[in-house]
């Protein structure tokens, strides 16, 4: 079947709030992306609000027909949210107030009790949990031993290097990252900072099944409308090249 997409609506909800609006609504973007083939629906609903909302969460636990991921920081506070509603998979990510994007990835191994805890809070509530962390070895071998269900690699680095000789060495941390966790049991995820240019590499690596992008996808759709930016991803992704 190949990987699926998790497009992640967080920036629709930043123009939203950029004027305090009810428009453009993350809800509405979720169903149009679904309709494109979108096979998730991911979401970050960060301790200051900054974007998505909790109405948001609310209505799209109602409304989303594939998968909705919920990333979250690995705090009493959101494993109550993550209760409440019930997502599909909950994505415990590092969050800092100062940052204007996710910069990095959880620190596992440096913080294993107070992960393992949470991981099994959530998983006592039937609900599936991913930790988004950087593609290094020791924290997928940490990310197994707290009992974590999948992980997302952060493909950060790997977006930004400056030359060839850079992003060959990222890609080939990514690689080795995915082939460990997958020889752990690990589904194996990736995201951040993909876009329609650097997308190629990362869905040719097979023990990847699913990539999350977001910024790329609603910036294109902002020119292009949301149908066909999620398409021409969904295409990208299927013929790698």
């Given at each position: 079947?190949g990987q699926?997409?998790?497009?992640?609506?967080d920036?629709?909800?930043?123009?939203?709030?950029?004027?305090?609006?009810?428009?453009?609504?993350p809800?509405?973007?979720?169903?149009?992306?679904?309709?494109?083939?979108?096979?998730?629906?991911t979401i970050?609903?960060?301790?200051d609000?900054?974007?998505?909302?909790?109405r948001?969460l609310?209505?799209?636990?109602?409304?989303?027909q594939?998968?909705?991921?919920?990333e979250?920081?690995?705090?009493?506070?959101?494993?109550?949210?993550?209760?409440?509603?019930?997502?599909?998979?909950?994505?415990?990510?590092?969050e800092?107030?100062e940052e204007?994007?996710?910069?990095?990835?959880?620190?596992?191994?440096?913080?294993?009790?107070h992960?393992?805890?949470?991981i099994?809070?959530?998983?006592?509530?039937?609900?599936?949990?991913?930790?988004?962390?950087?593609?290094?070895?020791?924290?997928?071998?940490?990310?197994?031993?707290?009992?974590?269900?999948?992980?997302?690699?952060?493909?950060?680095?790997?977006?930004?290097?400056?030359?060839?000789k850079e992003?060959?060495?990222e890609l080939?941390r990514?690689?080795?990252?995915a082939?460990?966790?997958?020889?752990l049991?690990?589904?194996?995820?990736?995201?951040?900072g993909?876009?329609?240019?650097?997308?190629?590499a990362?869905?040719?690596?097979?023990?990847i099944?699913?990539?999350?992008?977001g910024?790329?996808?609603?910036a294109?759709?902002?020119l292009?409308?949301?149908?066909?930016?999620?398409?021409e991803m969904l295409d990208?992704?299927?013929?790698p090249?």
């Amino acid at each position: 079947m190949g990987q699926r997409l998790g497009v992640n609506v967080d920036h629709v909800a930043t123009l939203r709030q950029a004027r305090r609006t009810t428009y453009p609504d993350p809800v509405t973007a979720a169903a149009l992306a679904e309709l494109a083939g979108a096979q998730q629906i991911t979401i970050h609903l960060r301790e200051d609000r900054r974007h998505i909302q909790d109405r948001d969460l609310r209505i799209l636990r109602e409304t989303t027909q594939t998968l909705l991921n919920l990333e979250m920081a690995a705090t009493t506070e959101m494993v109550k949210i993550a209760y409440e509603h019930k997502p599909d998979v909950v994505t415990l990510v590092p969050e800092r107030r100062e940052e204007l994007t996710t910069e990095g990835g959880l620190e596992v191994a440096g913080q294993r009790e107070h992960v393992a805890k949470i991981i099994k809070n959530l998983k006592d509530g039937e609900i599936t949990v991913s930790l988004f962390i950087d593609p290094d070895l020791d924290q997928v071998r940490a990310s197994h031993k707290v009992n974590a269900d999948r992980i997302e690699l952060h493909t950060g680095r790997y977006c930004e290097a400056r030359n060839e000789k850079e992003r060959a060495r990222e890609l080939a941390r990514i690689v080795d990252a995915a082939k460990a966790g997958t020889k752990l049991g690990l589904g194996v995820a990736a995201g951040h900072g993909l876009n329609y240019d650097n997308v190629h590499a990362i869905a040719r690596i097979a023990e990847i099944d699913e990539l999350n992008i977001g910024h790329a996808i609603v910036a294109r759709a902002v020119l292009v409308g949301f149908d066909r930016a999620v398409r021409e991803m969904l295409d990208l992704m299927r013929n790698p090249g």
